[in-house]
């Protein structure tokens, strides 16, 4: 009976690993807070994305980040290192986004009306 308790409740926290590890963190870094808002921008715009935007960020500072749409246009982000504060996005191109990456982030958490 106990062999089976530990069993139960080892299943139980091991069932809760992927939808833990699919959380965003609440904070992070630079790179990761330009790509989230990239994320929610492209998704805004239903932009039909093959690959993710990856992103890197440059001795510089500027972060950098590129993806690609299921039509084969490229996706860039940037975030300059003279303006960390902003993001711009371009799909092809056509720029679909410039501004406040935290507005950007900001408007995500808030509850849908």
């Known amino acids: 009976m106990r062999r089976l308790l530990a069993i139960g409740a080892l299943v139980l926290l091991t069932a809760g690993c992927s939808e833990i590890a699919a959380i965003a963190p609440v904070g992070g870094n630079r790179v990761s807070e330009v790509r989230y808002a990239a994320l929610?921008?492209?998704?805004?715009?239903?932009?039909?994305?093959?690959?993710?935007?990856?992103?890197?960020?440059?001795n510089d500072k500027t972060v950098s980040c590129e993806g690609e749409t299921v039509d084969?246009?490229?996706i860039v982000v940037t975030s300059a290192a003279a303006d960390q504060?902003?993001?711009?996005?371009t799909v092809g191109s056509e720029t679909v986004f410039e501004g406040a990456v935290q507005?950007?982030?900001?408007?995500?958490?808030?509850?849908a009306s």
């Open 40 to 58: 929610d921008i492209l998704v805004q715009k239903e932009v039909a994305i093959l690959t993710a935007p990856v992103c890197a960020e440059a």
């Open 72 to 74: 084969g246009e490229k």
């Open 103 to 111: 507005d950007v982030l900001d408007d995500a958490i808030r509850p």
């Open 85 to 89: 504060a902003n993001v711009t996005i």
